[in-house]
């Protein structure tokens, strides 16, 4: 069963199971795979600006953490029947980022009318 504190999850493919997970080394085997940064490659994913073949490849990193004898044909069956894997690996890999930001749904705060920005004090010996 996957982990979903650790970002794995749980995908089904022709009555097998299998564990995905977006970790360090996922990311590093896909830099590897494709020679392209995978962070940008996740927000580009997010924009929907991927490749199918860089899909299948963050995929196959992705079930390769967990199944070394994964191929990328076989990974490509198993995004075929669970199209969002990735999506929901990478959100499980980040769940601090509420999924409305992750999209870039979220209206940033209007910034303050020149003088009225507080300050930080400056930082020095706490008063006794």
């Known amino acids: 069963m ?4 650790k970002g794995e999850v749980d995908l089904t493919h022709e009555g097998a199971r299998y ?3 977006l ?17 940008t490659e996740l927000e580009g994913m997010e924009a929907g600006k991927i490749s199918a073949s860089d899909l299948r490849v963050l995929m196959w990193a992705g079930l390769r953490q967990r199944h070394p004898e994964m191929t ?6 198993i995004l075929s029947t669970n199209a969002d894997a990735v999506a929901r690996a990478s959100a ?3 769940p601090e980022v509420a999924p409305e930001i992750a999209r870039g749904n979220v209206k940033r705060p209007a910034k303050a ?4 920005v507080k300050r930080p004090a400056k ?5 006794r």
């Open 19 to 21: 564990t995905m997970v």
């Open 113 to 116: 009318a020149p003088g009225n």
């Open 72 to 77: 990328l044909q076989l990974a490509g069956q």
């Open 2 to 5: 996957a982990n979903a504190f």
């Open 23 to 39: 970790d360090f080394n996922a990311l590093c085997d896909f830099e590897g795979e494709t020679g392209k940064n995978a962070l």
């Open 123 to 127: 930082a020095g010996r706490a008063k």
């Open 92 to 94: 499980a890999a980040a």
